[in-house]
């Protein structure tokens, strides 16, 4: 997997394949995805706050609602964070 400016993510695909190539002829086998914003295994508590549930606050304040998703592997840190 690579990150590239905190907003894209690649993923390589891992499979091993030992059968003729070109079964994969004109098929890319890396998958791209965008988001907001990427966050690998070293950014802060801190930083993650701030590109997440910080712009959120100063609507709840003025009554209106707001919902933060965290989704993850068990014990990556979602509650906690």
Do not use: W
């Amino acid at each position: 997997m690579r990150c590239k400016d905190k907003k894209q993510v690649t993923v390589l695909d891992p499979i091993e394949y030992d059968g003729p190539e070109d079964i994969f002829k004109g098929r890319s086998r890396e998958q791209q995805y965008a988001f907001d914003h990427v966050f690998n295994q070293v950014t802060s508590q801190e930083e993650v706050y701030k590109n997440t549930a910080e712009v959120l606050i100063q609507g709840v304040i003025e009554g209106y609602n707001a919902t933060v998703f965290a989704y993850g592997a068990s014990g990556a840190g979602k509650t906690f964070t």
